[in-house]
């Protein structure tokens, strides 16, 4: 089996894993995906060291598009998109994506690792123990405007660290009293938007860095984006109709003790 045929497999391992954990969750993938994306790109020696990250994030947010679109499709079929909502949140979080996706291809490498180290484990300790409190006095939304100002900032971290942004949009919502199963397919819906607007931003601010003919499109690389895509497409809707079904709270701790350790890895390498 040639290098890339092999790195493609791998990727489509991947991608199995981050469906499942997409439609579950909420989350676009990304948290899992570009930690193991960028060991890859390293053990293949795909690019430099210093320029994989980036290159992890960008395909992340590109394969990211795909799997919550999944997501996304199943959860509306479950009713679990609140489309009263969404317009306002999606307008937010495509702005933010936007930006920060130009933003996040012009700091240096070893920021971008630590923000993304950090956001990690911040995400990694409230899914930990947010399970634990007890439920609060019920909130009002807030009006539409702010609440795009919240998703705006919401889009734009998940878009510089590749990340659908369910890990941060659930919480958000579920503060505002939304049920835990429509700020789930709310995130995923949302997760499209994140993915789209921050993809052409690396794609847009990558062109110049990379060529086509070396399998890249900006800083996404498509032979990963391949194997991604090809399995989390399927996995997805799988993990989407299991909240029915599994005890999300204690996948939540499990997951949680994982992003710790993908987080350090992270810093370490």
Same mark, same amino acid.
């Given at each position: 089996?040639?290098?890339?045929?092999?790195?493609?497999? +791998? +990727?489509?391992?991947?991608?199995?894993?981050?469906?499942?954990?997409?439609?579950?969750?909420?989350?676009? &993938?990304?948290?899992?995906?570009?930690?193991?994306?960028?060991?890859?790109?390293?053990?293949?020696?795909?690019?430099?060291?210093?320029?994989?990250? $980036?290159?992890?994030?960008?395909?992340?947010?590109?394969?990211?598009?795909?799997?919550?679109?999944?997501?996304?499709?199943?959860?509306? #079929?479950? /009713?679990? $998109?609140?489309?009263?909502?969404?317009?306002?949140?999606?307008? /937010?979080?495509?702005?933010?994506?936007?930006?920060?996706?130009?933003?996040?291809?012009?700091?240096?490498?070893?920021?971008? =690792?630590?923000? !993304?180290?950090?956001?990690?484990?911040?995400?990694?300790? #409230?899914?930990?123990?947010?399970?634990?409190?007890?439920?609060?006095?019920? =909130?009002?939304?807030?009006?539409? &405007?702010?609440?795009?100002?919240?998703?705006?900032?919401? &889009?734009?971290?998940?878009?510089?660290?590749?990340?659908?942004?369910?890990?941060?949009?659930?919480?958000?919502?579920?503060?505002?009293?939304?049920?835990?199963?429509?700020?789930?397919?709310?995130?995923?819906? +949302? &997760?499209?938007?994140?993915?789209? !607007?921050?993809?052409?931003?690396?794609?847009?601010?990558?062109?110049?860095?990379?060529?086509?003919?070396?399998?890249?499109?900006?800083?996404?690389?498509?032979?990963?984006?391949?194997?991604?895509? +090809?399995?989390?497409?399927?996995?997805?809707?799988?993990?989407?109709?299991?909240?029915?079904?599994?005890?999300?709270?204690?996948?939540?701790?499990?997951?949680?003790?994982?992003?710790?350790? $993908?987080?350090?890895?992270?810093?370490?390498?």
């Amino acid at each position: 089996m040639s290098d890339l045929l092999l790195l493609i497999a +791998c +990727c489509a391992l991947l991608g199995s894993g981050v469906g499942f954990l997409a439609g579950l969750l909420g989350i676009g &993938g990304g948290l899992v995906i570009v930690p193991v994306l960028s060991s890859i790109l390293l053990y293949f020696a795909i690019l430099p060291a210093e320029q994989v990250i $980036v290159a992890a994030i960008a395909t992340s947010l590109a394969s990211i598009l795909f799997t919550s679109t999944s997501s996304a499709i199943a959860h509306h #079929k479950n /009713g679990n $998109v609140p489309w009263e909502l969404a317009p306002w949140i999606m307008t /937010g979080v495509a702005l933010g994506a936007l930006i920060s996706g130009f933003l996040a291809a012009m700091l240096p490498e070893q920021i971008v =690792r630590w923000v !993304f180290a950090v956001s990690v484990v911040l995400i990694a300790l #409230k899914m930990f123990f947010g399970s634990n409190k007890p439920a609060s006095d019920e =909130r009002s939304m807030p009006n539409k &405007g702010l609440l795009t100002g919240f998703t705006t900032i919401t &889009g734009g971290l998940s878009a510089m660290i590749g990340i659908g942004g369910g890990a941060l949009l659930v919480p958000l919502l579920t503060f505002f009293s939304i049920d835990m199963k429509k700020a789930i397919g709310c995130a995923s819906a +949302c &997760g499209i938007v994140i993915a789209l !607007f921050g993809s052409v931003g690396y794609i847009t601010s990558g062109s110049a860095h990379f060529a086509l003919s070396d399998g890249f499109a900006g800083f996404v690389y498509l032979p990963a984006l391949l194997g991604i895509v +090809c399995t989390s497409w399927f996995t997805a809707p799988l993990g989407a109709k299991s909240v029915q079904h599994l005890p999300v709270p204690t996948i939540k701790k499990l997951f949680a003790g994982l992003l710790v350790v $993908v987080a350090g890895n992270m810093i370490a390498f």
